[in-house]
């Protein structure tokens, strides 16, 4: 049974209609195949949209739209939208996440009914995450996990969950869209909830910037450009010093560093050079940190000497890097 209305033609259905309409529709389809299973789907969902935001001709009742939203929370249509996501149409499934976001922004009193669902659930974040391997699918369920990140339950859970680590190997997989998409996701997860990442980072600092390193030395290009600028934003952000103070703590990481400035892309040793100087200016660098920087002076002041020049473009980076140039000059003469 499906209800797909146009115009005013017919009373529209009520949202316990919708909903019961969607449901018995998806279990049809999760059991069986064919292409009546499939329309009626895929015209559920199309009423569905239409009843959450419109259809052009007639405006959304927010009062009808929560109850939609409710009444998918009573019923349990979140794990059937999720499950059957691979066999919906690529128009179906463009539909679909669009409901999904609308859906999760429904609160009522001062809960959000779908995210307090979904955090009673979080199997469905898991099998999210997961989805990234299946290429028919992989950006719809990239643009839901991003919606489902906003809320900071959800993304702590992802977090501190065993599907997080997965990112580290989507960031690299051959597909570029998919591998940016999940670049993408990812970067929502450290940036979205300051309190969240940094317990998050806290408690799993070394997991996460070992993990975090391979990346960094990545054969692929384009893995190694984003994954560096990314730490070079991560780390300067305020509300992440005290990551960045443990960070430029450790030789293995300046070492790191120092390798980035050597590499053939220009965009790479402009990234990698912005978290080197950190670790100079430090004021309270380490021992450790100070020999290494001693021991290798003539070949980083070689490097930064012909480290890209803004051509007037950023005198900031030209300063900073004098600024860095005299400070290694400095510990050298100190060593003397």
């Known amino acids: 049974m499906s209800f797909f209305f146009r115009g005013g033609s017919r009373q529209r259905p009520t949202p316990q209609e919708i909903v019961r ?5 998806l279990v049809a389809l999760d059991n069986k195949t064919g292409t009546k299973a499939l329309d009626d789907a895929e015209k559920n969902i199309l009423t569905l949209r239409h009843t959450l935001s419109g259809d052009g001709e007639v405006e959304p009742n927010q009062e009808q739209v929560l109850q939609v939203a409710l009444e ?13 996501l691979p066999s919906l149409g690529w128009e179906g499934r463009k539909d679909l996440v669009h409901c999904w976001s609308i859906l999760l922004r429904q609160k009522v009193d001062e809960s959000y009914c779908c995210v307090q669902y979904i955090e009673n659930h979080v199997d469905l974040l898991d099998f999210l995450v997961v989805c ?7 950006l719809n369920c990239g643009n839901m996990l991003r919606e489902c990140i906003k809320y900071p339950t959800l993304a702590k859970y992802i977090l501190e969950s065993s599907s997080f680590e997965l990112f580290f190997q989507y960031v690299e997989l051959p597909n570029f869209d998919i591998a940016s998409d999940a670049l993408n996701t990812f970067k929502d997860l450290l940036t979205k909830h300051e309190d969240a990442v940094s317990e998050f980072l806290s408690s799993h600092y070394e997991q996460f910037f070992g993990l975090y390193t391979r990346l960094l030395s990545s054969t692929n290009y384009v893995t190694r450009r984003q994954s560096v600028k990314f730490l070079s934003e991560f780390l300067l952000e305020a509300p992440n010093a005290q990551i960045m103070k443990r960070y430029i703590l450790e030789v293995h990481y300046l070492n790191i560093m120092i390798g980035l400035l050597k590499d053939s892309s220009k965009n790479i040793r402009i990234c990698a050079f912005h978290i080197f100087k950190v670790f100079v200016a430090n004021p309270n660098k380490p021992r450790e ?9 003539r070949e980083l002041l070689k490097l930064l000497h012909n480290l890209p020049t803004s051509k007037g473009e950023d005198e900031q980076l030209d300063e900073e890097r004098d600024l860095i140039i005299k400070e290694i000059e400095k510990l050298v003469r ?3």
């Open 72 to 84: 998918i929370c009573k019923e349990g249509v979140l794990p059937l939208f999720v499950q059957n």
């Open 21 to 25: 309409s969607i449901k018995d529709s």
């Open 289 to 297: 940190i100070v020999q290494v920087l001693v021991d290798n002076h």
């Open 334 to 336: 100190l060593s003397v």
């Open 132 to 138: 990234y391997k299946n290429l028919e699918i992989a």
